[in-house]
């Protein structure tokens, strides 16, 4: 039984920073695999922020390029989501997700909503 908890969340001032961390459970990284960040923020679309794939191939919504950073610690079975220069717009809750056996690109991936296991979310809330 996979489970995903998120954690890092919280409140900044906008061009501050916040690292996000989900931590899986109950699954094998020997699988293929691809993992990411989707966003919501109030009254708007599930949006995808992030992707990564087992060989370290990563995608970005565009508005996030730059400022965002997606990674991997296999070791410590945690996805992270670092988040610099933060600005109002990305206030938002945002969940991690992933897919195993999955063989597809991290793009293809982070357009899509419709995954196998996702997390409980965690807010950010950025003040200008």
Same mark, same amino acid.
């Given at each position: 039984?996979?489970? #995903?908890?998120?954690? /890092? %969340?919280?409140?900044?001032? @906008?061009?501050?920073?916040?690292?996000?961390?989900?931590? @899986?459970?109950?699954?094998?990284?020997?699988?293929?695999?691809?993992?990411?960040?989707?966003?919501?923020? =109030? /009254?708007?679309? #599930?949006?995808?922020?992030?992707?990564?794939?087992?060989? %370290?191939?990563?995608?970005?919504?565009?508005?996030?390029? /730059?400022?965002?950073?997606?990674?991997?610690?296999?070791?410590?079975?945690?996805?992270?989501?670092?988040?610099?220069? #933060?600005? =109002? @717009?990305?206030?938002?809750?945002?969940?991690?997700? @992933?897919?195993?056996?999955?063989?597809?690109?991290?793009?293809?991936? #982070?357009? %899509?909503?419709?995954?196998?296991?996702?997390?409980? %979310?965690?807010?950010?809330?950025?003040?200008?």
């Amino acid at each position: 039984h996979v489970q #995903l908890v998120e954690s /890092g %969340g919280g409140s900044v001032q @906008a061009g501050g920073s916040l690292r996000l961390s989900c931590t @899986a459970s109950g699954y094998t990284y020997t699988s293929t695999y691809c993992m990411g960040w989707f966003r919501q923020a =109030p /009254g708007k679309k #599930l949006e995808g922020v992030a992707a990564i794939t087992i060989d %370290g191939g990563t995608s970005y919504t565009d508005s996030v390029k /730059g400022r965002f950073t997606v990674s991997i610690d296999k070791a410590k079975n945690t996805l992270y989501l670092q988040m610099n220069s #933060l600005e =109002p @717009a990305d206030t938002a809750m945002y969940y991690c997700a @992933a897919d195993f056996f999955y063989f597809g690109g991290s793009w293809g991936w #982070l357009v %899509g909503d419709d995954h196998n296991y996702w997390g409980q %979310g965690t807010r950010v809330t950025v003040s200008s």
